[in-house]
């Protein structure tokens, strides 16, 4: 941070900076001349002005003559009006006396109009022989005052004083007004610094030296900028724009700042009318990258002179934080809507899904037509099953277990899978026979195996091998030994390091870059694996490939019971019992009604909450069945409503909405059963029987319904 260095002519004290005010005490004209003429010769040299007011014991003409057989091309220099010699008369005096009031302004605008012309600033001297003793105190008070004006000014001024004409007293009071003192006698020069400003020069020593450490040890970047440029910068500065402080140096700070926000920053920073507080901005770097930086600058007075502080700070990694949090929120925010939307669909799909397989059933007798009946119901089972996947996405529920062969559910996903996986990766099956059944949510580990089986297939790009096994297991546990079903995909792809592997099951957490893949996909399988009670082993080989091994607890009905008597079905039917079923779906309750009806039940139908009291009115009905929502009213306030007209009135509600109307339904089961949907008819008649007559029956395999009986398939 050092000032301007100006080179002075005088050996014994070499450069000086812009607003030096030094003294010189000499002896003879010869010691003045000794240091006046190489003082103001490297002034001319150095495109200054030069101004020399003389007095005893040189006259004008004396100082002239000196001057042109000292100073080479001295004659160029006084043509060119690049110095003058003043008598001290036209100088400290007005009318014979001294007139000190305005000389300082007088000394500014010499130095003003020296710029003016093109020279680098002002250098004076000035003799002080013809100084009276009833002038020295204000000419003391003026040479004080003079330092003070020029601090950091281009301008530098030597005052001359001769020795024989100063008491001892008098040196000290000059010494102390100047910076320092050269005493010139004999030809020998010594050097004294005033007290004052030893102090002075050292507190500027500290407090540079103080300044370096701070800013040398800055994280943030620092630079000044001076005339438009940078004049200094840090370490750090250094670190943040990839640029070396020589490179940074004489720069224009604007150059650093990013086009879309540059426009600002071209404005004047010499003048520092720039000024910002935290502002977020763009830099380049010297290999043209993009950083974020808080930026602060403002416009300081330094050694006189106006310039600009500028402090930046690295913030890139916290806004690239901020844009994935951001594009995370997004992807949320939409698969929210997504969710939303599947579960509105899903439910109408459902409904239509009900009402084809419901038809198909009553024609089950006709032969003729039992091919194509049998293929539409395939593809009915097979919609049904993707629709329950789509339903997965978009609810929040505890899984509905039941007992399952996970070997079937993966056969019945082969075909899916491998188209799934493409050409280029091929897919072996060994499943374990006589495989323990487990107690899951099928499309839950449906879910599993998918996600599994895509994510083995993303982590070999140029193709490879799946294996696929499954096999029983028991965990010893000493007296409590446990029995659980181990389900382990294996790829031949890429593998993963311990610190990838850490996170994979974190959200979001995803290795194919941004718009490649949600991060979602592993999570929804460790968070299913839970809900089940089982858990996940992860095994992997940088360069060879990946296991997942899913662990889930064997079911204590250890052999997988797949059919259930023919004569089954007959527990459910009614005796005449009347239900009111309450529907706002026309299809779901013309088909309800159907299944009520051929299985021996009275039924009375409406779709609004409004009419279902009306009919209540009339009728004495043994049952209410309501849908939860209801167009005009919900369904337990309906039941509500009724209960207190009739008060052992059985009520049955259900729902298909997959919002907080499941949660709601877990709330009410104590006060009213609940059935959420999807459901099968079999289900249906399974709860009206136990509600009406307190019978519990287990419910049978889809294989034994008959258009009679009752009609295996998804109800919402």
Known sequence: MGRNLRVSGIDIIGDIPWGTHLCSFYQTKRDLLNIVMPYLKA?????????????????????????????????????????????????????????????????????????????????????????????????????????????????????????????ASHVIDVVNCHEF???????????????????????????????????????????????????????????????????????????????????????DATGGSISADKQEIKILTKDNQVKWVILSCGGVVINGKQVVLVTFYDITERKIAEEITQQQLYRVQKMEIVGKLASGMAHEINNQLTVIQAYLDLYAKDDSFGFIRSKIGQAVEKTSRLNRQLMLYS?????????????????????????????????????????????????????????????????????????????????????????????????????????IMSQIFNPFFTTKGLGKGTGLGLTVVDNIIKAHGGWIDVQSTLGKGTTFNVYLPAADNILFRSRVSSGEHRAYCGKGEKILL??????????????????????????????????????????????????????????????????????????????????????????????????????????????LHGHSVRKPDSSIIGMKSCFNCPVV
């Open 181 to 267: 003192a050269i005493f010139n006698k004999d030809g020998r020069c010594e050097v004294i610094e005033a007290i004052q400003h030893q102090k002075t020069e050292q507190a500027l020593r500290d407090s540079e030296e103080k300044f370096r450490v701070l800013s040398e040890t800055a994280a943030c970047g620092f630079c000044i900028i001076e005339d438009d440029k940078i004049s200094y910068a840090n370490l750090a500065a250094e670190k943040v724009t990839g640029y070396s402080r020589d490179e940074l140096l004489n720069m224009k700070f604007w150059e650093l700042i990013h086009p879309e926000h540059r426009q600002f920053y071209e404005k």
């Open 43 to 167: 002034g001319l040299e150095s495109n200054e002005f030069c101004n020399w007011v003389v007095s005893d014991p040189l006259n004008e003409q004396e100082a002239m003559e000196a001057a042109r057989s000292t100073i080479p091309n001295f004659g160029y220099y006084l043509a060119n009006g690049q110095i003058e010699i003043v008598p001290y008369t036209n100088w400290y005096l007005r009318n014979g006396k001294l007139y000190l009031t305005n000389l300082i302004n007088d000394w500014i605008e010499r130095m003003e109009n020296a710029i003016s012309r093109g020279f680098d600033g002002l250098r004076a001297t000035g003799n002080t022989a013809w100084l009276d003793e009833k002038d020295w105190g204000s000419f003391l008070e003026y040479d004080t005052a003079i330092s003070k004006a020029t601090e950091g000014m281009p301008v530098i001024i030597l005052c001359t004083y001769s020795i024989p004409l100063c008491s």
């Open 395 to 499: 609810r929040h529920k505890e899984p509905t277990k039941d007992l399952h062969d996970l070997n079937k559910n993966l056969k019945d996903l082969q075909k899916m899978l491998k188209q799934m996986i493409g050409e280029d990766v091929t897919i072996y099956y060994h499943l374990a026979e006589n495989l323990w059944s487990i107690n899951a949510d099928a499309a839950n580990i449906e879910q599993v195996i998918v996600n599994l089986i895509l994510n083995a297939r993303d982590a070999m790009p140029h193709g490879g091998m799946i294996v696929v096994t499954t096999k029983n297991i028991v965990i010893d546990q000493g007296e409590h030994s446990k029995k659980a079903v181990c389900l382990s995909v294996s790829d031949t792809g890429t593998g993963m390091e311990d610190n």
């Open 582 to 691: 309450v529907e706002d779906d026309p299809d779901v309750l013309d088909l309800t009604r159907m299944v009520l009806v051929e299985n021996g039940y009275r039924v009375s139908m409406c779709r609004r909450a409004s009419e279902a009291l009306e009919l209540f009115e009339k009728n004495d009905f043994d049952l209410l069945i309501s849908d939860l929502v209801l167009p005009d009213a919900r369904g337990f306030v309906l039941a509500g409503q009724l209960r207190e007209k009739k008060p052992d009135l059985k009520v049955l509600l259900v729902s298909g909405y997959s919002d907080n109307w499941i949660g709601m339904g877990k709330m009410l089961r104590q006060e009213y059963p609940f059935l959420p949907k999807p459901y099968t008819a079999v289900d249906l008649l399974r709860e009206v029987q136990q509600l």
